[in-house]
């Protein structure tokens, strides 16, 4: 009977097979072993020859391309083409009618799969709304939950936080009268270190508590891939009276997340990165339930009215509790298809079952990464990769954050030629993120063969 590859490392499974750890075999093990292979087939591939920076004098233009950049844009569900084309088609047929008609009325087709959004973050249903932006869904919650007083002003968030999240605070803490200078709290790793220990943040918030108004995280670092303990920052927060969110672009999808359980006090997230929506697609906003009734959205729209006499058009508000009430504007019907056609893969994999694979997948990377690109004392002009996503598995996602030798601009543009899809961000990093809900585990050997080969370009 087969072993289940949850309980053997790399090493086991090589002796199981009779081969070399690095041995293409123990992929190809991993993948017939892996029970949410199947998802795989539920998205569409890009070949070789499709993508741009391709050349096709190194490789097949036939073969699937090598994704990793999940992180970035997630692939497209191939029945989000049919939910469009439904759309369209209703539109053409029906016209007006389509607000109210159909599998997918348009007048609320965005609540019929909050459920499944919920799942995906760990929250009620009703405490999740999709609308906007993330960006904008940050400044409509941050409106309601940014409270600054003469005294409690603050905003804690990580140094180098992702540029949008940054600007949205710096710019709320000026539309509230205050400094910058001095209201935004930014918290760096020590020295020499690339990211935030969990006790360096918790001191922070013990120490400097009682001036911070918001706590305003990431659920995973954009850049070094790490992923923050929210349940321990949440609850230091909550204890100093300050008010905890988080921006979950690179969590939700990625991360197993509890934000009702962790009494998280609001969130947003995108959905184009690891849910699949396509870019720009339609965006996520959390506020718990012990809020429901003490906090409301300082901008209103018609969407924010109960809808069952949203449409008397009487111009009294009664605005729905929670998230809900925060609605501006009915939401477009073609952001909602792939988003769904997403999200219902998802619910039929779990996310307790994705974060399983997830690790499996992720710790199999860096086992390949470590074995063949790590600094050599023997060979100093040998090139060599410095993973800076922390190596404890409970403190990141699926993506690794790749430091090189080597100039990261040159690896990077020798990887695309062979066909991988992943990306570099700014001064010298390298993104990987193999994604469980559509990579497999020769996805991740086939990219370290072929970043030997990039790396042995770049010396020529």
Not at 9 to 29: D, F, H, K, N, R
């Amino acid at each position: 009977r087969p072993v289940s590859p949850k309980s053997l490392t790399v090493e086991q499974i090589a002796a199981l097979l009779g081969c070399s750890p690095t041995s293409a075999e123990v992929a190809s093990y991993l993948d017939t072993h892996d029970q949410l292979s199947h998802l795989r087939e539920e998205f569409l591939f890009p070949k070789n020859a499709e993508l741009p920076p391709s050349d096709l004098s190194l490789i097949d233009g036939s073969k699937e391309c090598i994704y990793l950049v999940g992180n970035s844009l997630g692939l497209q569900p191939k029945m989000a083409r049919k939910y469009l084309e439904e759309e369209l088609d209703k539109w053409a047929k029906t016209g007006v009618h389509g607000h109210t008609e159909g599998s997918r009325p348009w007048a609320w087709a965005e609540n019929n799969i909050e459920e499944l959004m919920a799942n995906v973050v760990g929250a009620k249903t009703e405490e999740v709304a999709l609308m906007n932006g993330l960006t904008v869904n940050l400044h409509l919650l941050m409106l309601s939950f940014y409270k600054p007083t003469a005294t409690r002003h603050k905003i804690l968030l990580e140094d180098k936080a992702f540029p949008s999240d940054h600007y949205a605070v710096e710019s709320q803490i000026r539309l509230r009268g205050f400094d910058p200078e001095q209201s935004m709290m930014l918290l760096s790793p020590r020295p020499g270190e690339d990211t935030l220990r969990t006790e360096d943040i918790l001191e922070a918030i013990e120490k400097e508590g009682e001036s911070i108004a918001v706590v305003m995280f990431s659920g995973v670092q954009y850049y070094t891939g790490q992923l923050f303990d929210m349940a321990a920052i949440t609850e230091a927060g909550q204890r100093k009276g300050c008010y905890v969110g988080f921006d979950c672009a690179h969590a939700a999808g990625n991360a197993e997340l509890k934000l009702h359980d962790w009494g998280v006090d609001f969130a947003c997230w995108c959905s184009y990165k690891y849910l699949n929506s396509g870019a720009g697609g339609l965006a996520g906003a959390f506020i718990h339930e012990k809020h429901n009734h003490t906090i409301e959205p300082a901008l209103m729209g018609w969407w924010g009215h109960d809808l069952k006499s949203r449409f008397q058009m009487n111009n009294v508000m009664q605005l729905q509790p929670g998230v809900n009430g925060f609605r501006l504007s009915n939401q477009p019907i073609l952001l909602v298809c792939p988003l769904q056609a997403s999200l219902e893969v998802f619910n039929r994999a779990g996310m307790a079952a994705l974060r399983r694979k997830s690790l499996l997948l992720t710790g199999y990377l860096e086992y390949l990464i470590q074995w063949f690109y790590r600094k050599d004392p023997a060979c100093p002009h040998k090139p060599h990769v410095r993973i800076i996503t922390p190596s404890d598995p409970r403190q990141r996602g699926c993506q690794l954050s790749f430091c090189f030798s080597v100039p990261i601009g040159k690896v990077f543009q020798e990887l695309e030629k062979r066909g991988v899809a992943c990306d570099m961000r700014e001064p010298s990093v390298l993104r990987v993120a193999p994604v469980p809900l559509y990579n497999s585990f020769s996805d991740v050997h086939r990219f370290v063969e072929t970043l030997g080969c990039a790396l042995n370009a770049t010396q020529q």
